[in-house]
């Protein structure tokens, strides 16, 4: 069964950094793009940042680029989502999710649990 299972976050001052990962099981991740999502508190989830299995090509969302760097360990099944300096606008719970068409498909899924982010002084 196919499954991502998200962990990392936590609580951070702003200006602090943290490294969510992404876990997959039931396959193999490197055939799959696979991007970051935020939900911030009542807001719907967006996108954060992306990378895609073919060329490694990444994409960022415009509020964290320059912050934020996506990458992967195709050994160790696991993308991680480097995040610094931190603002309080870089709250909410924090998905990952596959796709294997591109990292523009509307359907990414599955969604797993989420990792709480919260940037607080």
């Known amino acids: 069964q196919l499954q991502l299972v998200e962990s990392g976050g936590g609580m951070v001052q702003p200006g602090g950094s943290l490294i969510l990962s992404c876990a997959a099981s039931?396959?193999?991740?490197?055939?799959?793009?696979i991007a970051w999502f935020r939900q911030a508190p009542g807001k719907e989830r967006k996108g954060v940042s992306c990378?895609?299995?073919?060329?490694?090509?990444?994409r960022y969302a415009d509020s964290v680029k320059g912050r934020f760097t996506i990458s992967r360990d195709n050994a160790k099944n696991t993308v991680y989502l480097q995040m610094n300096a931190l603002i309080p606008e870089d709250t909410g719970v924090y998905y990952c999710?596959?796709?294997?068409?591109?990292?523009?498909?509307?359907?990414?899924?599955?969604w797993g649990q989420g990792t709480q982010v919260t940037v607080s002084s």
């Open positions: 999710a596959s796709s294997r068409s591109s990292c523009s498909d509307p359907n990414f899924g599955p």
């Open positions: 990378i895609s299995f073919r060329d490694g090509s990444t």
């Open positions: 039931g396959f193999i991740a490197n055939y799959y793009h």
